[in-house]
T-cell receptor, first 114, second 113 residues
């Protein structure tokens, strides 16, 4: 069965701290896709990254980086030098090859204080 | 950058009334979706639509729900007889293909009173 677990319900940090959001997934498929979305207070879902199961290279985009480890079924997201504008709910999501639906985790609310 | 457009942004309706939520997906996308997010909870899949038919639906998507692509550009979600528990944010999304990434609209907040 497909499942995405984001164990951290809420994280609070002070600006400029680094923060890592955890994501653990379950799937029986060998081909699947992992995503991170940001949901700011305005409510929209903002796409951050897509990673397929065959590409375990870590990725960095500015202050954002992602660590994909198939051995532990994890796809963690790190924000370096956090800023107040990073305050949002972050969702990890999984899509298997034979289905086109996204399975979301429960989200992690990140609050960055000045 | 192409975007998915949803209207209205907020709709209030009385219990038992029918509502239609509208979406204009990205023009060259072939796969269309509706998701729901009850306030403070996770985003849940409702239905996917490809080649003018439903390709997959969740347990939430019961007989009260229907989807349609009436004119080649709009994609609609109809709730026939709304219940209080249908109050949620409804997101439309479109995709160029399985696993290609999904572009979400900004959502319609449905409030059933």
């Amino acid at each position: 069965a497909q499942k995405v677990t984001q164990a951290q319900t809420e994280i609070s940090v002070v600006e400029k701290e680094d923060v890592t959001l955890d994501c653990v997934y379950e799937t029986r498929d060998t081909t699947y896709y992992l995503f991170w979305y940001k949901q700011p207070p305005s409510g929209e879902l903002v796409f951050l990254i897509r990673r397929n199961s065959f590409d375990e290279q870590n990725e960095i985009s500015g202050r954002y980086s992602w660590n994909f480890q198939k051995s532990t079924s994890s796809f963690n997201f790190t924000i370096t030098a956090s800023q107040v504008v990073d305050s949002a709910v972050y969702f990890c999501a999984l899509s298997e090859f034979n289905t086109d639906k996204l399975i979301f985790g429960t989200g992690t609310r990140l609050q960055v204080f000045p | 950058e192409p975007e998915v457009t949803q209207t209205p942004s907020h709709q209030v309706t009385q219990m038992g009334q029918e509502v239609i939520l509208r979406c204009v997906p990205i023009s060259n996308h072939l796969y269309f979706y509706w998701y729901r997010q009850i306030l403070g909870q996770k985003v849940e899949f409702l239905v996917s639509f490809y080649n003018n038919e439903i390709s997959e639906k969740s347990e939430i998507f019961d007989d009260q729900f229907s989807v349609e692509r009436p004119d080649g550009s709009n994609f609609t979600l109809k709730i026939r007889s709304t219940k209080l528990e249908d109050s949620a944010m409804y997101f439309c999304a479109s995709s160029g293909g399985t696993g290609y990434g999904y572009t979400f609209g900004s959502g319609t907040r449905l409030t059933v009173v």
